[in-house]
């Protein structure tokens, strides 16, 4: 029986700012966080998408109510690099 990776979570700078200005929405900050945290498990649970088109190629995202999370896995570094947290209406612009 293989042991299952556990993947390093890594948040950019801009997905940090963008983490930041929802403090004062500490419910949703809890979810998004949860969610984030729970890909170190599994970076691809049945709730992603992996995006196809333009500059979003070979990124997945995953969904917490109006909010997207962005992000790219590098199996061969085993780390999950969150990209961006926005929401909905301007994640793909």
């Known amino acids: 029986m293989s042991k299952a990776r556990t993947y390093s979570i890594e948040v950019t700078a801009h997905a940090e700012r963008s983490l930041k200005k929802l403090n004062k929405d500490k419910e949703l900050l809890g ?3 949860k969610r ?4 170190a498990k ?3 649970p049945a709730a992603c998408k992996k995006l196809k088109s333009g500059r979003y190629a070979n990124l997945y995202r995953i969904c917490e109510g109006d909010w997207r999370v962005l992000y ?3 199996d061969e ?9 926005v929401r909905r209406d301007k994640a793909y612009r």
């Open 72 to 74: 790219a896995i590098e």
């Open 77 to 85: 570094r085993v780390i999950v690099l969150i990209l961006d947290v």
């Open 36 to 39: 984030i945290r729970s890909l």
């Open 31 to 33: 979810r998004l966080d």
């Open 42 to 44: 599994d970076p691809r």
